[in-house]
Nanobody, 124 residues
């Protein structure tokens, strides 16, 4: 069992930066691929980024590539999402998720555990 707790969301202006964190419990944290998804009001969940269990391979949605950076600190059981050059269309609830395997996926149904989400609002 893995428990995930996100933090770091907030209200910012367009062009600003935020760093989201996802703290995970469980001694097997290093075995799992991790990802970030987001859901804007009235829209389906959208893949944002994911990273392999060892942290060596990352995958980003085209909409965030070049602006967001995903990293994980396995010693601290923490996943980070550095978000730069934020845009109003980045406004959403951001969710951290973990898979049961070590390789990444862009599909929500392939993630076994989810956090409660953190709100990011980008004002124009």
């Amino acid at each position: 069992q893995v428990q995930l707790v996100e933090s770091g969301g907030g209200l910012v202006q367009a062009g600003d930066s935020l760093r989201l964190s996802c703290a995970a419990s469980g001694r097997t944290f290093t075995m799992y691929a991790l990802g970030w998804f987001r859901r804007a009001p009235g829209k389906d969940s959208e893949f944002v980024a994911s990273v392999t269990s060892g942290g060596g391979i990352t995958d980003y949605a085209d909409s965030v590539k070049g602006r967001f950076t995903l990293s994980r600190d396995n010693a601290r059981n923490t996943l980070y999402l550095q978000m730069n050059s934020l845009k109003p269309q980045d406004t959403a609830v951001y969710y951290c998720a973990a898979r049961r395997v070590g390789y990444t996926s862009r599909h929500t149904d392939e993630y076994a555990w989810w956090g409660q989400g953190t709100q990011v609002t980008v004002a124009s």
